[in-house]
């Protein structure tokens, strides 16, 4: 089972949408999402609890290649850039971003090793 961390700056959309399509169309996986910006309240998700997905992942896939940056450097070398660009979407379920995804895991799926299936949920 390989353990996918999707990484977005609130893990609120697009984090979301990549963990969703992964977690209903690939296997064998165990996905979890988080967000590694700040806004006016702070930070999305606090840095002991980022330090502690960051371990628990297999395989942690950013949403734009500037959130590689937000990385320790210790826990880059198993990460992945699935670059969709900013969140214009505003909702994890738009067609257009599941697309983009799902376009994106079916060309990149051997990076997280893993393989689409065809079950029935």
């Known amino acids: 089972m ?5 990484v977005c700056r609130a893990g ?12 209903l169309h ?9 967000g590694v ?3 006016q309240l ?4 606090q840095l002991e609890t980022l330090e ?16 590689l940056g937000k990385l320790p450097l210790a826990y880059q070398g198993k990460t992945v ?9 505003n909702n994890p379920n738009h067609p257009e971003l599941i697309g983009m995804v799902f376009d994106w895991m079916r060309k990149n799926k051997h990076l997280l090793e893993i393989e ?6």
Do not use: Q
């Open 12 to 23: 609120l959309v697009r984090s979301v949408a990549l963990a969703n399509v992964i977690k």
């Open 26 to 34: 690939f296997a064998p996986v165990d996905v979890l999402n988080c």
């Open 52 to 67: 502690m997905l960051f371990k628990w992942a297999d395989k942690i896939v950013v949403m734009e290649s500037h959130y």
């Open 116 to 121: 689409e299936h065809n079950l029935s949920l």
């Open 2 to 6: 390989v353990k996918i961390l999707t």
């Open 81 to 89: 850039i699935c670059e969709v660009g900013p969140d214009r979407w």
């Open 42 to 45: 702070g930070r999305m998700n």
């Open 37 to 39: 910006g700040e806004h």
